[in-house]
């Protein structure tokens, strides 16, 4: 009896181990397209995600255009309102007041703040009237309670120095008014630094003296500096002077893409070393090589060359110049940047930099919108894209919104302790 128990135990024990080594060797289950966008998709909803510039309120200023109606972009040209945010699962953005760069004297830089304080004040206006879905925020945290409430984020920067023109005080009275983020210079020189594609070269060899004081006063208030649209000794000067991480709000990395204002791997290197952040764009001169269009250029040129500034356009004026850019790129068309190409981006980026110094700032309403990545319902293939290529939630929670929400802190803690060690 005993021998017979002993021999059912022993076919016992080869059955069980049979099993284990059958399923051992059986292959993983492959991750179909639907679920793999089914998982993607719920990292979207579940992580914070945050686009750090958008020019909307350069729209938010034309009269009637309301934000809390879902706009066709093909229509009108708008990237961005309340709905598609939603649609897009985009939690937090930052509208960004852009002023283009005009004479440098004290009439010039008076328009441009009234024009900067009119688009910011639009913002603010927005908010409050659409209170139930969104809600201006402030400080980093901001954009989480809002997120628990169901609302989307609305942080404000600035785009181009000028408006601050030759007072020092201009810089705080903004950030009164709710500006975080300020992107020292666009397409031309001004008085606080050079541009990376003004045709008449460096002015200042980088960050001016008076962009010194500026950048200082950044620093104190808790006011991000933002170096995208500098030229390279823009850059390096800004990591020298400032006390705080920086950011480049919208630009790509040079590597990838041969464009000036896209950064090198020192810079990337640089930025790490710095703990600041860089932020993709969705511009696709930014994204990909294109070959010469020259016929395409020579149309934009004049087509640009006599139209008037758009904020002074009718309705039927702007309806009129989107048609015509429409057709020019109907006429002569450019090969698209797709997902694809900003997820190589993000991925040299991290292999340069490391996964804690790379974002997202879409550009929507200033030229940003690529195929996939049109406009702010579509911001969800960018999480999509990279789960395809195998990033976790975590890592993709930090390139969304944690990477940029970090260097905010760091920047308003060194500015309490800036502000705390004047006080002693």
Known sequence: MIRKNYILCFLLVLVICGCKQKT??????????????????????????????????????EPGFDMS????????????????????????????????QDIRDDDGNSRAKALCLQMIDSVKASTERNSDVVGLALNPDDAYALEKEGKRAIYVGIENGYPIGSDLSNVEEYYDKGVRYITLVHSSNNDLADSATDENGTEHGGISEF????????????????????????????????????I????????????????????????????????LTMLADYLREAPPNIERDSAMAALRANMKPIS??????????????????????????????????????????GIDHVGIGCDFDGGGGIQGIFDASEVMNITIELVRRGYTE?????????????????????AAKMGSDESA
């Open 69 to 100: 109606v879902r706009h066709d972009p093909n229509e009108t040209g708008s990237k961005v309102d309340y709905p598609r945010m939603k649609e897009g699962g985009l939690d937090a953005i930052f509208f960004a007041a852009f002023v283009a």
């Open 211 to 246: 962009g010194a004081k500026v950048v200082g006063e950044m620093n104190r208030l808790g006011i991000m500096v933002d170096i995208s649209h500098g030229n390279d000794s823009v850059f390096y000067d800004a990591i020298k002077l400032s006390k705080a991480p920086i």
């Open 248 to 279: 480049a709000s919208h630009s790509n990395a040079r590597s990838v893409t041969d464009h000036r204002r896209n950064m090198t791997d020192e810079m990337l290197t640089l930025m790490a070393e710095n703990g600041g952040v860089v932020q």
């Open 394 to 414: 975590e890592q993709i929670e930090k390139i969304w919104g944690g990477n940029l929400i970090r260097v905010f802190k760091e920047v308003q803690e060194i």
């Open 24 to 61: 051992a060797n059986q292959e993983p289950k492959t991750e179909t397209e639907e679920e793999l966008v089914q998982r993607a998709l719920e990292i979207h909803k579940k992580v914070l995600t945050v686009d750090t510039h958008a020019d909307t309120p350069l729209r938010m200023i």
């Open 312 to 353: 002074e356009m009718t309705d039927e004026e702007r309806s009129a110049l989107r048609k015509q850019f429409q057709e020019i790129n109907e006429t002569y068309p450019n090969p698209p940047a797709t997902v694809k190409h900003v997820a190589d981006h993000i991925d040299h980026i991290v292999k340069v930099a």
